[in-house]
């Protein structure tokens, strides 16, 4: 009988420390997946032509897709969200070294989880803006779902190129 005691005791042992052990096997699995790709995974592909939108920017503006001159360079941003918050003033100081005029860029500004304002004073000098709802159209139809992006766009409303350190956008990163 107390061998069988003894075998339960033991059982019921290696049954608890096989719980921790997976338990945190599973709290690390996260560390463990492959880092993202440097390039957007999230976003519609190169040669994507953007579906037609209308909104109102935040000086109250009407911009359409058919507004964007050719080589318009797009930024897709959302507040509270970090890889944003560490593009951010490197898209600015790019689009200021290279002297990019207003017109040719815009900043879409997500609805995050705090006022889009932060952002919004950053880009207003540099950059047409559409925040919240409005922004929401403009990146349902470059088929954005993650931030951030940041893509040039052919007068067709094509992308010609997509990237989040803006290297592959024929800007100098600065920062």
């Keep these: 009988?107390?061998?069988?005691?003894?075998?339960?005791?033991?059982?019921?042992?290696?049954?608890?420390?096989?719980?921790?052990?997976?338990?945190?096997?599973?709290?690390?699995?996260?560390?463990?997946?492959?880092?993202?790709?440097?390039?957007?995974?999230?976003?519609?592909?190169?040669?994507?032509?953007?579906?037609?939108?209308?909104?109102h920017t935040a000086d109250g503006s009407v911009l359409t897709r058919q507004d964007l001159p050719d080589g318009a360079l797009v930024g897709f941003f959302s507040p509270g969200c970090e890889p944003c918050t560490e593009l951010l003033p490197r898209f600015s100081a790019a689009v200021r070294d290279l002297r990019i005029s207003r017109a040719e860029v815009l900043a879409v500004i997500a609805s995050g989880t705090e006022s889009p304002h932060p952002y919004a004073d950053e880009l207003g000098d540099i950059a047409r803006l559409a925040v919240g709802g409005e922004a929401a159209r403009i990146a349902e139809a470059f088929g954005i779902t993650g931030y951030p992006v940041v893509c040039r766009v052919a007068s067709d409303g094509s992308v010609t190129v997509i990237d989040r350190e803006l290297r592959a956008l024929g800007v100098r990163a600065a920062g």
């Design 1 to 55: 009988m107390a061998v069988l005691g003894s075998a339960v005791a033991l059982l019921g042992a290696l049954t608890v420390l096989n719980l921790v052990l997976t338990y945190g096997i599973i709290r690390k699995l996260p560390s463990l997946a492959p880092a993202r790709p440097a390039g957007p995974v999230d976003a519609g592909s190169v040669g994507t032509v953007a579906g037609d939108f209308s909104v």
